[in-house]
């Protein structure tokens, strides 16, 4: 059974920081990796996907990378702002179409 | 363009009680998704279609029927409504075999007293 988790469960640092978020799962046989972002009260907004023959892709001060061998998935967000506050989710998609979640981030950006 | 579109948006029931939750897409996709979102566990997967006229459980079905009424359509029904079913409930589409990207609606807030 796949299980994904993520680390930290909650984040809090300075404007301007650059930080790394991390995910990990424990079946590597996945289609790809998606990175989303959920404000309080909201739904799930896409931020980026990554294909399973890919090693990262980049949105503007995003970058996500991954490591099929190693399990493991990073979210990388250059020179962090106070709008970068919400909980951060990771899923990876396994056979049958079905994604697998991380239990999140919670990130806080300090103004 | 819509993308997901849950209704309701908050519901209260009581114990015992029985409700359906409605979902729809408008972006022709063929893999539906229903999840609940609990504190501090991410989101888990209780049913989920991959095409029209099918159906397959997820990781917590217990307690929950789906319907995929059409392409556009993919209900979630509580028959017997119990506290611990209070949740928030996602639903999701998405288009591929394997599927690209998904995507999610606002949410249901559910409260079983």
């Known amino acids: 059974k796949q299980e994904v988790t993520q680390i930290p469960a909650a984040l809090s640092v300075p404007e301007g920081e650059n930080l790394v978020l991390n995910c990990s799962f424990t079946d590597s046989a996945i289609y790809n990796l998606q990175w989303f972002r959920q404000d309080p009260g909201k739904g799930l907004t896409s931020l980026l996907l990554?294909?399973?023959?890919?090693r990262e892709q980049t949105s503007g001060r995003l970058n996500a990378s991954l490591d099929k061998s190693s399990g493991r998935s990073t979210l990388y967000i250059a020179a962090s702002q106070p709008g970068d506050s919400a909980t951060y989710l990771c899923a990876a998609l396994e056979y049958g179409n079905k994604l697998v979640f991380g239990a999140g981030t919670i990130l806080r950006v300090k103004s | 363009n819509a993308g997901v579109t849950q209704t309701p948006k908050f519901q209260v029931l009581k114990t015992g009680q029985s409700m359906t939750l409605q979902c729809a897409q408008d972006?022709?996709?063929?893999?539906m998704y229903w999840y609940r979102q609990d504190p501090g566990m991410g989101l888990r997967l209780i049913y989920y279609s991959a095409s029209e006229g099918t159906t397959d459980k997820g990781e917590v079905p217990n307690g929950y029927n789906v319907s995929r009424l059409n392409k556009r359509e993919f209900s979630l029904r509580l028959e017997s409504a119990a506290p611990s079913q209070t949740s928030v409930y996602f639903c999701?589409?998405?288009?591929?075999?394997?599927?690209?990207?998904?995507?999610f609606g606002q949410g249901t807030r559910l409260t079983v007293v």
């Open positions: 972006m022709n996709h063929n893999s």
């Open positions: 999701a589409s998405g288009q591929g075999a394997p599927q690209t990207e998904a995507f």
């Open positions: 990554i294909q399973s023959s890919q």
